[in-house]
């Protein structure tokens, strides 16, 4: 905060007024909570609460491409997206995230729109495929916010005749703070022939991090 004029001392007659000018920097984030303007009258002082805050708008969306990997032929799967607010500005979500003729989309949290995204939280949407996909599948998600951000996710799915299919290729759990509840995701693994096949889940290995963080 800054006053103009910075210090000001004068004598007011009968009926007359005097102006200051208080303004706000925004160069930095910043609380003005508990700030006070004191003005001294004939020895009293005089408080005026002054507050407001200087907040960061920001997000992110994980994964930055949805590839679900594979599946079978006549089967469904799907994946999660998140809008996630990473600054501290509560962000407004006016439209729902939308997506081509290719996918369909589930509005998990929130789920109705418009809707408000405070500070940390996370928005989450399940995309997958319309009914009558087959092949090699691909399409945008789009989902905006008001920091401004105008995301374009790619999004993809191949159905496979033959094999085993696992879905999703990869899998993104964004960012947490310490010690809040972590996330659970799945992966799904089909066999697509006319005969049994045996799956073992073999290990976790880590090419980063601790491979302890990590439970199935």
Known sequence: ??????????????????????????????????????????????????????VTASS????????????????????????????????????APTLDQNFTAAFVMPSTYPSALAPGETAVTT??????????????????????SDYHVPVSLEYVVNGTAVSPASLDFGTLEVGTPGSSQQITIQ????VPAQVKVRSLRATEGPIGAWTI
């Open 60 to 95: 992110r969306v994980a994964p930055a491409a949805l590839d679900l990997g594979t599946a079978c032929v006549g089967t469904q799967v799907s994946g999660s997206v998140s809008l996630i607010n990473t600054g501290t500005a509560t962000l407004q979500m006016m439209d």
């Open 127 to 148: 995309v997958s495929p319309a009914a009558s996909a087959t092949g090699v599948v691909t399409g945008p998600l789009e989902w905006q916010d008001d920091v401004p």
């Open 1 to 54: 905060l800054s006053l103009v004029p910075s210090d000001t001392t004068t004598t007011l007659a009968a009926g007359s007024a005097a102006t200051v000018t208080l303004h706000l920097a925004t160069a930095a984030e910043v609380d003005l909570a508990g700030e006070n303007l004191n003005i001294a009258v004939d020895g009293e002082m005089l408080q005026i609460p002054v507050d407001g805050k200087v």
């Open 191 to 194: 066999n697509c022939e006319a």
